[in-house]
């Protein structure tokens, strides 16, 4: 049974940091592209941040690019998002999913098939 486990959320403060892991259970991710969503209070879920599952490519939502950080370790078959330099706007719940490479077609929520159950960041002073 495939199985996505996200960690790493709390509270921060304003400029402060917090590294998700999103730990995978039931296959192997390098074989999978992976992908980061968050989604606000009254918002929709949006796309943070992707991995492709086989050249490694990476994509970024533009309010995130250069300071979150997506990647993986294969050895531990776990994925992470270093988020830094956190702001107020980045408060949300934070999920991690996964889908086959060779179906990867895009940084979008529809693409991906399995998800995890989300973790809470919350950015205030």
């Known amino acids: 049974q495939l199985q996505l486990v996200e960690s790493g959320g709390g509270l921060v403060q304003p400029g402060g940091s917090l590294r998700l892991s999103c730990a995978a259970s039931?296959?192997?991710?390098?074989?999978?592209?992976i992908g980061w969503f968050r989604q606000a209070p009254g918002k929709e879920r949006e796309a943070v941040s992707c991995?492709?599952?086989?050249?490694?490519?990476?994509m970024y939502t533009a309010s995130v690019k250069g300071r979150f950080t997506i990647s993986r370790d294969n050895a531990k078959n776990t994925a992470y998002l270093q988020m830094n330099s956190l702001k107020p706007e980045d408060t949300a719940v934070y999920y991690c999913?996964?889908?086959?490479?060779?179906?990867?077609?895009?940084?979008?929520?529809?693409?991906?098939?399995?998800w995890g159950q989300g973790t809470q960041v919350t950015v205030s002073s």
């Open positions: 999913a996964a889908i086959r490479a060779r179906f990867f077609t895009g940084c979008v929520s529809r693409v991906f098939g399995s």
């Open positions: 039931g296959f192997t991710l390098d074989n999978y592209a």
């Open positions: 991995l492709s599952g086989n050249d490694g490519r990476t």
